[in-house]
């Protein structure tokens, strides 16, 4: 009984000390011991430029909106339809 308790707390802390070194297996932290090649000022104005890039949209006013010209029963039976036909995405596929 003790040595298989003794045992069972030995491989406890094999693991455990293999978990802590993990962090140096496989190179994982090769992106942080990269040295920059760009100046702090080339980062922020390539930054500034991608962001201005993604607000190319129009927002649109709920209020300018067109009122939906189909019933409630209408579209959830459209629903109906499309789940039974499988058109509609779920799970992992959504």
Do not use: W
């Not at 000022?41 to 709920?62: I, L, P, R, S």
């Amino acid at each position: 009984m003790t040595f298989s308790r003794i045992l069972s707390v030995a491989a406890v802390a094999a693991f455990a000390s293999v978990g802590a070194q993990a962090s140096d297996l496989y190179g994982a932290g090769f992106d942080t011991q990269a040295p920059s090649t760009q100046s702090r000022a080339a980062v922020h104005a390539q930054a500034v430029q991608a962001v201005a890039q993604f607000k190319n949209y129009e927002a649109v006013d709920a209020a300018q909106a067109s009122p939906s010209t189909l019933s409630r029963t209408a579209v959830r039976s459209e629903a109906v339809v499309a789940n039974r036909a499988g058109a509609i995405a779920t799970g992992n596929r959504s």
